[in-house]
């Protein structure tokens, strides 16, 4: 099963960033209200019930995140990511590390890049309408502030309209 770990948003949050998403044309998709969530590690094909029981032993402390920014990640095929950013928050990284540090015990191999805390908005799958991206990259961030009280391991299933994101498990934060 392909996995991920993330940060479900709340509705009122999710109505907020697709406010901000871009006009859809032909290159661009824009993240359904209901999949936008904040990654906190990829983990790719892995047994859900051993990433389930290394999470659930971590004991990591609720906190508050604020939207901060927008921005834009560009790989060598000229595929673009469109996000919303997050105000830089210790709690949000410690949260990361602490659950890496649990999946190191299992035989995941983890992301080896850094960290860059991010809530995809819309992709481009060639390279996107510059005018879509200035127009996207123009507006003022938003700066809403929302509690995260919880993590959550999804299941992505790939089907011929992209992935498809799911909550397998829910971990409270204390
Ligand atoms: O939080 P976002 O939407 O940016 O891009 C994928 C998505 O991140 C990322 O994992 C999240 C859930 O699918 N992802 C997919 N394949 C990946 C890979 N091979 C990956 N991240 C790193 N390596």
Redesign the pocket.
């Known amino acids: 099963m392909r996995l ?1 770990i ?1 940060i479900e948003l709340a509705a009122d949050i999710q109505q907020v960033l697709l406010s901000y998403q871009p006009n859809t044309d032909r290159d661009l998709r824009r993240v359904q209200q209901s999949q936008l ?3 906190l590690h ?1 983990l ?1 094909e892995a047994d859900a019930q051993i990433i389930d029981q290394s999470l659930a032993g971590i004991r990591a402390s609720r906190f508050e995140l604020c939207l901060h920014s927008l921005g834009r990640f560009q790989d060598r095929r000229q595929q673009s ?1 469109l ?1 919303a950013g997050v105000q830089s928050n210790s709690h949000l990284l410690a949260l990361q590390r602490t659950i890496g540090q649990q999946l190191q015990q299992t035989e995941i191999a983890l ?1 080896s890049r850094r960290y860059t805390p ?1 809530i ?1 908005l819309a992709r481009c799958h060639r390279a996107c309408n510059p005018a879509l991206i200035q127009h996207f990259l123009a507006q003022t961030a938003p700066t809403h502030c929302f509690p995260v009280d919880e993590f959550a391991l999804y299941r ?1 299933d790939l089907d011929s309209d992209g ?1 498809h ?1 799911r909550i397998i498990q829910r971990y409270a934060l204390v």
């Open positions: 991920f993330a969530h904040l990654t990829f790719g990511t996000w992301e991010h995809t992505s992935a994101y």
